[in-house]
């Protein structure tokens, strides 16, 4: 079973079923409405997805899709777009435990962030740069 949670901790859910695809998506409205380089997402049937606890909160993000947030603490949970029907496309950090998903594909390549090709090159701290 696959969970899923908030930083608060109000939002809980689980999904039945399997996980369709898990994709980076490198586009521009991803970038700016997450505020991150680039944004990872697991897309699961919507019939799969079940909350649990807490309360979401829905804001239109572009023409076709819509963002859900915990209503109490802003954490992205899951994005709906009317060109994917059905499906709920996860933000990957929402979920429980990330380690066994590993990213299939790029999608939006062309607006895609040169460094990122580099990022496993820079020194990395095992937490935070003293
Ligand atoms: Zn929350
Ligand atoms: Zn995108």
New binding site residues.
């Given amino acids: 079973m696959i969970t899923g949670s908030c930083n608060c901790g109000a939002i809980k859910y689980q999904i039945t079923g399997k996980i369709q695809k898990t994709v980076n998506?490198h586009?521009n409205?991803?970038r700016k409405m997450n505020g991150s380089a680039f944004?990872t997402y697991a897309a699961v049937l919507q019939s799969n997805f079940e909350l649990i606890s807490g309360k979401l909160a829905s804001f239109k993000v572009s023409e076709n899709a819509r963002k859900h947030l915990c209503h109490q603490c802003a954490t992205p949970i899951y994005n709906s777009s009317s060109n994917y029907v059905g499906l709920n496309i996860l933000h990957i950090g929402s979920l429980d435990s990330v380690d066994e998903l590993i990213p299939e594909v790029n999608i939006?390549g062309e607006s895609k962030l040169q460094w990122l090709s580099r990022i496993s090159e820079l020194p990395t701290f095992d937490q935070s740069m003293k």
């Fill in positions: 998506c586009c409205l991803c944004s939006y």
